[in-house]
């Protein structure tokens, strides 16, 4: 299930190969600061001007408010143009990477050392994301909410299940509170109101979204596919094949019923929305862990 959403500002008045990061442009500098913060640096090597594919990425991936605010946040950005003379040719030498090549992206510390291995070929927002969350880790750095569920978000391992309740404007938010559920969805199936819910099987089994649903009552029924079932089988969870013949995505204004008179919400992912719309009555300062800080102001529009 790609779950995948498009998030960008407006290209700042840079090349549009480096996105609209604010970046440093000399290393020197960007040790200095990594040694101050004690912040990694984020090093792009991007040819510049570049090819499509360097275009790409920066419109793509290097405009995405969440990968901008998450390495200017938790980074110390640091361009390197790999087809300029000069200080750029310098550092391109003394790091061994190849002139006029696509953008490589390399992790360093204060004392410009790979945090984690190089790695070619890197150029969509999930696999970034991940070696960003992989390298605050390893270096023992606070990693942003919003950057966590960008990346679950992307997972191939995503999970699908449909949980029956009374109302399914309490489902999305209760269900969604729960650690590893990445997005959910207010629908029809089978004659009831239900929550599909998109969730990360690494955070949280299918048993225990379950048992945390029916704690809080949006979960009389799951329904699953065949090792669901078995999964569920004993544990007095009442389980039922996915039923696609019933299927019915409810109505947009009985979607993120939470988020009711919230404005600007269009640059936000599936998965932000679905956090936000949990957290939003309940605890508003948790819902904003969800948003990078471009985005925070969001909340106060209701």
């Not at 901008?68 to 361009?79: K, N, Q, T």
């Not at 990693?143 to 109302?167: D, G, K, T, V, W």
């Not at 629908?187 to 704690?215: I, K, N, Y």
């Amino acid at each position: 299930m790609n779950l995948k959403s498009i998030l960008s500002r407006p290209l700042a008045k840079q090349p549009v190969e480096v996105g609209v990061v604010d970046w440093l442009r000399d290393l020197d500098d960007a040790v200095e600061k990594s040694k101050e913060s004690g912040k990694p640096i984020f090093a792009l090597f991007q040819e510049v001007p570049g090819c499509s594919g360097c275009k790409q990425f920066g419109k793509d991936v290097l405009s995405n408010r969440v990968v901008v605010d998450g390495i200017e946040e938790a980074f110390v950005p640091l361009l390197i143009h790999n087809n300029t003379p000069g200080r750029d040719a310098q550092v391109l030498k003394a790091f061994g990477e190849p002139a006029w090549n696509f953008q490589v992206v390399r992790f360093l510390d204060a004392n410009t050392n790979d945090i984690i291995p190089r790695k070619d070929r890197v150029w969509e927002t999930g696999p970034l994301v991940e070696r960003m969350i992989e390298t605050l880790t390893k270096a023992g750095r606070p990693i942003p909410e919003y950057l966590r569920i960008i990346e679950q978000e992307n997972s191939e391992r995503l999970q699908l299940a449909h949980f029956a309740q009374p109302c399914f404007w309490v489902g999305e938010m209760e269900l969604g509170q729960v650690e590893g559920v990445v997005a959910t969805q207010a629908a029809f199936m089978g004659g009831h109101e239900v929550t599909s819910v998109w969730f990360d099987p690494r955070e949280v089994s299918l048993l225990d979204l379950s048992r945390q649903g029916q704690q809080r009552n949006v979960a009389s029924v799951v329904f699953t596919d065949a090792a669901g079932i078995a999964e569920l089988d004993g544990s007095g969870v009442p389980a039922r094949p996915i039923d696609d013949g019933s299927h019915r995505v409810a109505p947009k204004s009985d979607q993120k019923r939470q988020l009711r008179g919230v404005t600007g919400l269009g640059s936000l992912s599936i998965s932000q929305i679905t956090k936000v719309n949990s957290f939003m009555r309940r605890n508003r300062d948790r819902a904003g862990h969800y948003l990078p800080p471009s985005q925070r102001d969001l909340l106060a529009r209701r």
